[in-house]
Structure formats: structure tokens, C-alpha cells
């Protein structure tokens, strides 16, 4: 399992081979957005068996990068932000940005109203969505169990 992650240092460079060992994690640090596609590349062909993109600014506007690199070494990738669903990761966890900006502003709206903020309860996003994308899980070669299928929230095929 490799993932990428932004960090500052001067390279780009790759953890040391751990990924055939079960439960390690081979981890590929980047300079900026300039060396993310040669480390996703580098991560991806370095023999790991998928990639689980932790969010992160700067690997989520570079998705895309990420996304060709295991394509071209047909591993998928596991990710936690629902729009990577339909940019190309095979399976998505995550809790939905859209909830999160809905829950916001009847927050706001709350607090326009005179209620004062310190006297509301934090409130979190309960659901969490499981998106399945089938055309990604057929590029890297996936089969999803058809009771994985069922349960999710959406199913891109």
C-alpha cells in the first residue's frame, strides 16, 4: 500500500520498499506540484499493490496526476474525498464536503439569528458515503464483491 503526501524537503524521494510486507505502508514525499506526477509515477511503479491518498490540499488538486500514474501500473487507488470517486479512485470513504458546507450555514444561520455561538453543541456529519467506481476497478484490474456493490451509497459504472 503506498500513498503520497506533501511535505517540505528538498527532492522528491520514495520510502524504502515495505509495500510486499504485510501491513506497510511505502510513503513518497514531494517537493511541490511540480514533482507530484514523477512521485505518484515512482510510487506506482515501485511495486506496491494499491494506493490509499490521504487528503491533503495539494494531492487534491492534483488528483489527476495520482490517478494516471496507477492507471499506467494498473493498481487502484483508495481514497477519502467523494469527488475522487469520479476522478478516477476505485473505492471512496468519506464524509461529503457538501454536508459539511449544508450543516454550516444552519449554523450561521443560527448565529444571524441572535443564538450565541458558544451556546451551540458541536455538531458532526453522521454519514459517511461508499462510492464504488467500477470503470477504475477495471482498469487496475479489480473485482468488487457484488455484496461490496450493493452496500454502497453510489456506484459508478
Known amino acids: 500500500m ?8 528538498r527532492g522528491i524521494g520514495c520510502g524504502g ?8 505502508a511505502q510513503t513518497c514525499g514531494i517537493k511541490g506540484g511540480y514533482g507530484l506526477h514523477r512521485a505518484a509515477l515512482a510510487l506506482a511503479t515501485s ?17 489527476t ?5 496507477a492507471n499506467q501500473a494498473k493498481i487502484p487507488i483508495f481514497a477519502f474525498q467523494t469527488v475522487q ?15 459539511f458546507g ?5 449554523l450561521a444561520a443560527r448565529v444571524m439569528r441572535g443564538e450565541n455561538p458558544k451556546d451551540i453543541p458541536f ?4 454519514v459517511s458515503k461508499f462510492i464504488i467506481n467500477l470503470k477504475a476497478a477495471k482498469i487496475s484490474n479489480l473485482k468488487i464483491p457484488e455484496d461490496m456493490i450493493k ?7
Open 85 to 99: 470517486a469520479d476522478e478516477g479512485a476505485v473505492v471512496v470513504l468519506a464524509k461529503d464536503y457538501f454536508d
Open 17 to 24: 520498499d515495505q509495500s510486499r510486507r504485510a501491513g506497510r
Open 47 to 63: 511495486g506496491i499493490d494499491a494506493i490509499m491518498q490521504i487528503p491533503g490540499n495539494l494531492t487534491a488538486v492534483s488528483f
Open 102 to 106: 449544508k450543516e454550516a450555514a444552519f
Open 65 to 69: 496526476s495520482i490517478v494516471r500514474a
Open 2 to 9: 503506498g500513498y503520497s503526501y506533501y511535505r517540505i524537503h
Open 123 to 126: 455538531v458532526g456529519i453522521e
Open 151 to 157: 452496500q454502497a451509497y453510489n456506484v459508478i459504472k
